[in-house]
Nanobody, 123 residues
């Protein structure tokens, strides 16, 4: 069982920066590989992928944030980060931390989600 707690959200102007953190606790250690991700949801819209990072540090990004956002992880601290630069109003939404596990390419167990942190970018 994994618990995820996000922090670092807030209000910034267009062009500003924020760094989100997601601290994991509980039974984190596993023989399976782990992928952490950030998702966001704007009012009236679906929850969409922002970025993912696997146990080895390989990353993937949504086209809309490529070149502006950077996902990273500190395995010693069981924490994943999302550095967000050059923020735009369309980046506004609730950002959720996600954790999932794989055995090879096969997903195992349930997904874990944090409570979300609000990011608001003003014009």
């Amino acid at each position: 069982q994994v618990q995820l707690v996000e922090s670092g959200g807030g209000l910034v102007h267009t062009g500003g920066s924020l760094r989100l953190s997601c601290a994991a606790s509980g039974s984190i250690s596993s023989s399976n590989s782990n992928v952490m991700g950030w998702y966001r949801q704007a009012p009236g819209k679906q929850r969409d992928l922002v970025a993912t990072i696997n146990s080895g540090g390989a990353t993937r990004y949504a086209d809309s944030v490529e070149g502006r956002f950077t996902i990273s992880r500190d395995n010693a601290k069981n924490t994943v980060y999302l550095q967000m630069n050059s923020l735009k109003p369309e980046d506004t939404g609730v950002y959720y931390c996600n954790s999932r596990f794989f055995s090879g390419s096969i997903r195992v167990g349930r997904d874990y989600w944090g409570q979300g942190t609000q990011v608001t970018v003003s014009s």
